[in-house]
């Protein structure tokens, strides 16, 4: 499951950036609803996001917001 969501956010990044977008905001992709780890799924998030950060630096993107309906799973994702 880890690899699916790094896939999962990465995909969202790297389509963010194609669209030539300077900003994204990414939901907390299946923490909550689906169950899956909230720490998991926090480190997965951060991890994902510095090493696309890293990659290049041809990126459009300058800002990623984590966004959810529960404010209590954003509060987590605050650093």
Do not use: W
């Not at 977008?21 to 480190?43: K, V």
């Not at 993107?61 to 309906?69: A, G, I, S, T, Y």
Request: aromatic share 10%; proline share 3%.
């Amino acid at each position: 499951m880890k690899y699916l969501l790094h896939n999962a956010f990465e995909s969202a990044l790297m389509a963010g950036n194609d669209k030539k977008c300077e900003s994204i905001a990414l939901p907390a992709i299946s923490a909550g609803l689906f169950g899956f780890p909230l720490d998991q799924c926090i480190t997965i998030f951060f991890e994902t996001v510095e090493l696309f950060a890293n990659q290049s630096n041809e990126r459009c993107l300058k800002e990623v917001n984590m966004v959810n309906l529960d404010q209590e799973i954003v509060d987590q994702f605050i650093v």
